[in-house]
Protein backbone atom coordinates (compact mmCIF):
# COMPACT_ATOMS: atom_id res chain seq x y z
CA UNK A 1 0.00 0.00 0.00
CA UNK A 2 1.34 3.32 -1.18
CA UNK A 3 0.81 6.65 0.87
CA UNK A 4 1.11 10.49 0.38
CA UNK A 5 4.41 11.14 2.12
CA UNK A 6 3.61 13.61 4.53
CA UNK A 7 1.79 10.59 5.97
CA UNK A 8 3.15 9.94 9.48
CA UNK A 9 4.01 6.34 10.24
CA UNK A 10 5.29 5.06 13.35
CA UNK A 11 6.61 1.71 14.15
CA UNK A 12 6.17 -0.56 16.92
CA UNK A 13 8.18 -3.44 18.15
CA UNK A 14 6.30 -6.50 19.93
CA UNK A 15 3.31 -5.14 18.35
CA UNK A 16 1.36 -8.66 18.93
CA UNK A 17 1.75 -8.47 22.72
CA UNK A 18 -0.61 -7.12 25.17
CA UNK A 19 0.96 -3.46 25.38
CA UNK A 20 1.75 -4.05 21.76
CA UNK A 21 -1.71 -4.68 20.08
CA UNK A 22 -3.11 -1.36 22.70
CA UNK A 23 -0.46 0.89 21.27
CA UNK A 24 -0.82 -0.28 17.81
CA UNK A 25 -4.71 0.71 18.36
CA UNK A 26 -3.76 3.97 19.92
CA UNK A 27 -1.60 4.93 17.42
CA UNK A 28 -4.13 3.58 14.68
CA UNK A 29 -7.25 5.84 15.86
CA UNK A 30 -4.90 9.26 16.36
CA UNK A 31 -4.28 8.79 12.20
CA UNK A 32 -0.85 7.24 12.07
CA UNK A 33 0.05 4.75 9.47
CA UNK A 34 1.62 2.16 11.62
CA UNK A 35 4.07 -0.60 10.78
CA UNK A 36 3.41 -3.01 13.37
CA UNK A 37 6.68 -5.76 14.12
CA UNK A 38 7.16 -8.81 15.90
CA UNK A 39 8.65 -12.12 15.38
CA UNK A 40 5.55 -14.36 16.34
CA UNK A 41 4.21 -14.41 12.62
CA UNK A 42 1.28 -16.33 14.02
CA UNK A 43 -0.17 -14.04 16.28
CA UNK A 44 0.94 -10.91 14.38
CA UNK A 45 -1.15 -12.24 11.63
CA UNK A 46 -4.04 -12.10 13.90
CA UNK A 47 -3.64 -8.28 14.81
CA UNK A 48 -5.92 -6.75 12.22
CA UNK A 49 -8.99 -8.69 14.28
CA UNK A 50 -8.16 -7.15 17.51
CA UNK A 51 -7.66 -3.27 15.63
CA UNK A 52 -9.40 -0.61 14.20
CA UNK A 53 -8.66 1.60 10.86
CA UNK A 54 -6.49 -1.89 9.64
CA UNK A 55 -6.27 -0.21 6.21
CA UNK A 56 -3.67 1.85 7.79
CA UNK A 57 -1.68 -1.07 9.62
CA UNK A 58 1.04 -2.96 7.61
CA UNK A 59 2.24 -6.03 9.35
CA UNK A 60 5.98 -7.14 9.29
CA UNK A 61 8.05 -10.08 10.31
CA UNK A 62 11.33 -8.67 12.16
CA UNK A 63 13.30 -9.91 15.05
CA UNK A 64 14.96 -7.18 16.60
CA UNK A 65 17.82 -9.55 18.37
CA UNK A 66 19.37 -8.87 15.13
CA UNK A 67 20.17 -6.05 12.89
CA UNK A 68 19.93 -7.47 9.98
CA UNK A 69 16.29 -8.39 10.73
CA UNK A 70 15.92 -4.92 11.62
CA UNK A 71 17.47 -3.67 8.47
CA UNK A 72 15.74 -5.27 6.29
CA UNK A 73 12.41 -4.79 7.42
CA UNK A 74 12.83 -0.85 7.74
CA UNK A 75 13.55 -1.06 4.07
CA UNK A 76 10.49 -3.42 3.53
CA UNK A 77 8.63 -0.80 5.42
CA UNK A 78 9.57 2.23 3.80
CA UNK A 79 9.07 0.57 0.10
CA UNK A 80 5.34 0.20 1.36
CA UNK A 81 4.65 3.19 3.59
CA UNK A 82 7.21 6.00 2.27
CA UNK A 83 10.09 7.02 4.75
CA UNK A 84 8.25 9.21 6.88
CA UNK A 85 9.03 7.41 10.09
CA UNK A 86 8.36 9.90 13.06
CA UNK A 87 7.59 7.83 15.72
CA UNK A 88 9.76 4.41 17.10
CA UNK A 89 8.43 2.48 20.16
CA UNK A 90 10.58 0.02 21.37
CA UNK A 91 8.03 -2.31 23.37
CA UNK A 92 9.50 -5.74 22.45
CA UNK A 93 10.38 -8.04 25.60
CA UNK A 94 10.59 -10.97 27.55
CA UNK A 95 10.77 -11.75 30.65
CA UNK A 96 12.01 -15.09 32.35
CA UNK A 97 13.06 -15.73 36.01
CA UNK A 98 17.21 -15.57 36.32
CA UNK A 99 17.51 -17.12 39.76
CA UNK A 100 21.60 -15.77 39.87
CA UNK A 101 23.07 -18.95 41.83
CA UNK A 102 21.80 -21.10 39.21
CA UNK A 103 24.13 -20.95 35.82
CA UNK A 104 21.40 -22.98 34.09
CA UNK A 105 19.88 -19.94 33.33
CA UNK A 106 22.46 -18.31 31.45
CA UNK A 107 21.78 -18.94 28.22
CA UNK A 108 17.55 -17.04 29.26
CA UNK A 109 20.08 -14.09 30.08
CA UNK A 110 21.85 -14.05 27.19
CA UNK A 111 18.64 -14.15 25.51
CA UNK A 112 16.99 -11.30 27.61
CA UNK A 113 19.74 -9.57 26.74
CA UNK A 114 19.71 -9.48 23.07
CA UNK A 115 16.01 -9.06 22.59
CA UNK A 116 15.37 -6.29 25.61
CA UNK A 117 18.29 -4.18 25.15
CA UNK A 118 20.43 -5.11 22.23
CA UNK A 119 17.19 -5.21 20.51
CA UNK A 120 16.07 -1.71 21.67
CA UNK A 121 19.54 -0.65 20.60
CA UNK A 122 19.69 -1.89 17.33
CA UNK A 123 16.31 -0.46 16.45
CA UNK A 124 17.22 2.71 17.57
CA UNK A 125 19.90 3.21 15.18
CA UNK A 126 18.56 1.77 12.25
CA UNK A 127 15.14 3.85 12.73
CA UNK A 128 16.32 6.78 14.38
CA UNK A 129 18.30 7.61 10.65
CA UNK A 130 14.67 8.48 9.15
CA UNK A 131 13.75 10.99 11.55
CA UNK A 132 17.31 12.35 11.34
CA UNK A 133 16.71 13.29 7.73
CA UNK A 134 13.41 14.74 8.53
CA UNK A 135 14.45 16.63 11.55
CA UNK A 136 11.57 15.54 13.62
CA UNK A 137 10.64 12.00 15.77
CA UNK A 138 9.82 10.71 18.74
CA UNK A 139 11.32 7.52 20.22
CA UNK A 140 9.58 5.75 23.17
CA UNK A 141 11.28 3.13 25.01
CA UNK A 142 9.16 0.26 27.14
CA UNK A 143 11.35 0.16 29.89
CA UNK A 144 10.26 -1.43 33.73
CA UNK A 145 10.26 0.17 37.00
CA UNK A 146 12.28 -2.74 37.77
CA UNK A 147 15.05 -1.36 35.58
CA UNK A 148 15.71 1.41 38.78
CA UNK A 149 14.10 -0.76 41.98
CA UNK A 150 15.83 -4.40 40.62
CA UNK A 151 13.72 -7.54 41.12
CA UNK A 152 14.60 -10.53 42.93
CA UNK A 153 15.06 -14.01 40.67
CA UNK A 154 15.38 -11.22 37.56
CA UNK A 155 18.02 -9.85 37.65
CA UNK A 156 18.42 -9.93 33.48
CA UNK A 157 15.13 -8.53 32.84
CA UNK A 158 15.79 -6.13 35.50
CA UNK A 159 19.59 -5.32 33.91
CA UNK A 160 18.09 -5.15 30.64
CA UNK A 161 15.75 -2.31 31.81
CA UNK A 162 17.98 -0.38 33.42
CA UNK A 163 20.51 -0.50 30.39
CA UNK A 164 17.10 0.64 28.32
CA UNK A 165 16.73 3.88 30.86
CA UNK A 166 20.53 4.44 30.59
CA UNK A 167 20.52 4.06 27.03
CA UNK A 168 17.10 6.70 26.62
CA UNK A 169 18.89 9.15 28.10
CA UNK A 170 21.93 8.72 26.22
CA UNK A 171 20.00 8.55 23.04
CA UNK A 172 18.13 11.51 24.10
CA UNK A 173 21.52 13.77 23.98
CA UNK A 174 22.93 12.28 21.02
CA UNK A 175 19.78 12.84 18.91
CA UNK A 176 18.24 15.79 20.58
CA UNK A 177 19.97 19.04 18.30
CA UNK A 178 18.48 16.64 15.29
CA UNK A 179 14.63 17.30 16.56
CA UNK A 180 14.28 13.80 17.48
CA UNK A 181 13.27 13.64 21.66
CA UNK A 182 13.87 10.30 23.41
CA UNK A 183 11.75 9.11 26.77
CA UNK A 184 11.20 5.94 28.52
CA UNK A 185 8.20 4.60 30.08
CA UNK A 186 8.53 2.74 33.55
CA UNK A 187 5.88 0.39 34.28
CA UNK A 188 5.20 -1.40 37.47
CA UNK A 189 2.93 -4.37 37.50
CA UNK A 190 1.00 -4.91 34.88
CA UNK A 191 -2.08 -7.43 34.10
CA UNK A 192 -0.83 -8.88 31.33
CA UNK A 193 -0.48 -12.79 29.96
CA UNK A 194 3.55 -12.78 30.84
CA UNK A 195 2.29 -11.89 34.62
CA UNK A 196 -0.48 -14.37 34.13
CA UNK A 197 1.57 -17.07 33.04
CA UNK A 198 4.25 -16.02 35.74
CA UNK A 199 1.77 -16.12 38.62
CA UNK A 200 0.68 -19.77 37.53
CA UNK A 201 4.37 -20.80 37.80
CA UNK A 202 4.67 -19.51 41.35
CA UNK A 203 1.10 -19.57 42.55
CA UNK A 204 1.06 -15.95 43.55
CA UNK A 205 -1.41 -13.17 42.53
CA UNK A 206 0.21 -10.06 41.91
CA UNK A 207 -3.06 -8.04 41.84
CA UNK A 208 -4.15 -9.04 45.11
CA UNK A 209 -0.78 -8.00 46.82
CA UNK A 210 -0.76 -4.88 45.05
CA UNK A 211 -4.13 -3.88 46.66
CA UNK A 212 -2.46 -3.20 50.21
CA UNK A 213 0.57 -1.43 47.99
CA UNK A 214 -0.67 0.56 45.33
CA UNK A 215 -2.65 3.76 46.16
CA UNK A 216 -5.09 3.21 43.02
CA UNK A 217 -5.73 -0.03 44.38
CA UNK A 218 -5.19 -2.02 41.28
CA UNK A 219 -2.56 -3.71 38.56
CA UNK A 220 -1.56 -1.38 35.47
CA UNK A 221 -3.08 -2.31 31.96
CA UNK A 222 -2.05 -2.35 28.58
CA UNK A 223 -4.32 0.51 28.19
CA UNK A 224 -2.71 2.76 30.66
CA UNK A 225 1.16 2.36 28.97
CA UNK A 226 -0.51 2.82 25.45
CA UNK A 227 -2.24 6.22 26.85
CA UNK A 228 1.07 7.60 27.88
CA UNK A 229 2.40 6.29 24.79
CA UNK A 230 0.16 8.42 22.67
CA UNK A 231 0.88 11.65 25.01
CA UNK A 232 4.64 10.83 24.37
CA UNK A 233 3.84 10.32 20.35
CA UNK A 234 1.59 13.48 19.74
CA UNK A 235 2.50 15.83 23.03
CA UNK A 236 3.12 19.33 21.40
CA UNK A 237 5.97 20.53 23.56
CA UNK A 238 9.73 19.33 22.07
CA UNK A 239 11.18 19.97 25.45
CA UNK A 240 10.13 16.62 27.09
CA UNK A 241 13.59 15.06 26.63
CA UNK A 242 15.40 12.26 28.39
CA UNK A 243 12.85 11.35 30.68
CA UNK A 244 11.79 8.21 32.63
CA UNK A 245 8.32 8.59 33.03
CA UNK A 246 7.22 5.86 36.15
CA UNK A 247 3.69 4.58 35.50
CA UNK A 248 2.79 2.27 38.46
CA UNK A 249 -0.15 4.02 40.07
CA UNK A 250 1.99 5.33 42.90
CA UNK A 251 4.20 1.82 43.83
CA UNK A 252 6.89 3.35 44.48
CA UNK A 253 5.49 5.90 46.83
CA UNK A 254 3.79 3.70 49.19
CA UNK A 255 0.76 3.90 50.82
CA UNK A 256 0.30 4.95 54.47
CA UNK A 257 -3.17 4.20 56.91
CA UNK A 258 -4.84 7.42 57.99
CA UNK A 259 -6.79 8.46 60.31
CA UNK A 260 -9.22 11.10 60.47
CA UNK A 261 -9.39 13.09 63.58
CA UNK A 262 -12.42 14.57 64.83
Same mark, same amino acid.
Given at each position: MQMPEQQQIAVVTGAAGDFGREIVQRLL +????? /? +????? /??????????? /???????? !?????VSSPESIQKTAE???TVFGDSIVILVNNAGVFERTPILLKEHFDT /????????LLGCYYSTSIFSKFMIAKRYGRI?????????????????????????????????????SFGVRVNAI??? &??????????????????EQFLLNLVPVGRCGTAEDVAELVMFLAT????????? &??? !????LNIGTIETTQLS
Amino acid at each position: MQMPEQQQIAVVTGAAGDFGREIVQRLL +AEGFY /V +AATDI /VEEKLKELPKY /VDFSEKLG !LFYMDVSSPESIQKTAEQIATVFGDSIVILVNNAGVFERTPILLKEHFDT /VKKIMDINLLGCYYSTSIFSKFMIAKRYGRIINIASLAGTWGAAFGSAYAASKAGMIAASKSWARELGSFGVRVNAIAPG &VCKTQMLEHSEKQNSFSAEQFLLNLVPVGRCGTAEDVAELVMFLATCKTDYLNGE &VIT !LDGGLNIGTIETTQLS
